[in-house]
Structure formats: C-alpha cells, structure tokens
C-alpha cells in the first residue's frame, strides 16, 4: 500500500440488529477475521435489514472494505479525537441553551 493508494478487499461478513428495549445496535462481524483500521471504509452489501420492535435479526452478507491509504489513516489518527468531541454536550447548570 501506498502512501495515496487505496486498496479494496472483499469479506463474508454477519450483520446482527438488535431493537429492544434494552439494547438497540447493529453489528457487524467479519467471518474471515479481517480488522478494520483507522480510516477505513465498510459497505456491506444486499437488501436493507429491518429489526421488527423486541427482537434481534442475524444475517450473513458480504462486505466491501475500501483500506485508507497512509496519509489518511495518519490523518484519521490525528484529527479523529477532535470529531468525536464535537458529539458531546456538556451542561453544568439546570438551563439547557443551544
């Protein structure tokens, strides 16, 4: 892999969607053991799965992973936690203004 250079690898892939009450996620396991890096990218291919309310769907699907190249896992690294914070909200009094 390059320093700009994408790759793309194909993955089986089980996808499981949970909507409970307790728990509402979805997630997805690669049957081949393959990891996913900073940076990189996952499609995961066929129809859209719906989860009917108090149950929890498996399904096995193939995956698409588009691999980042060096610049852009480095700069997924560096700039990664500063997009994360932009998702919290910090309060210290009981007004709530936005």
């Given at each position: 892999?390059?320093?700009?250079?994408?790759?793309?690898?194909?993955?089986?892939?089980?996808?499981?969607?949970?909507?409970?009450f307790e728990s509402l996620h979805a997630h997805v396991r690669f049957n081949n053991?393959?990891?996913?890096?900073p940076g990189d990218e996952v499609k995961v291919e066929g129809p859209e799965i719906?989860?009917?309310?108090?149950?929890?769907?498996?399904?096995?699907?193939?995956?698409?992973?588009?691999?980042?190249?060096?610049?852009?896992?480095?700069?997924?690294?560096?700039?990664?936690?500063?997009?994360?914070?932009?998702?919290?909200?910090?309060?210290?009094?009981?007004?709530?203004?936005?």
């Amino acid at each position: 892999m390059g320093i700009l250079t994408r790759s793309i690898e194909h993955a089986p892939c089980t996808v499981e969607i949970s909507h409970k009450f307790e728990s509402l996620h979805a997630h997805v396991r690669f049957n081949n053991g393959a990891v996913i890096y900073p940076g990189d990218e996952v499609k995961v291919e066929g129809p859209e799965i719906m989860a009917p309310f108090g149950e929890i769907v498996t399904a096995d699907r193939d995956a698409t992973i588009i691999r980042a190249s060096a610049l852009e896992r480095l700069w997924t690294r560096m700039t990664g936690d500063f997009e994360v914070m932009e998702l919290c909200e910090f309060s210290f009094s009981e007004e709530v203004t936005l």
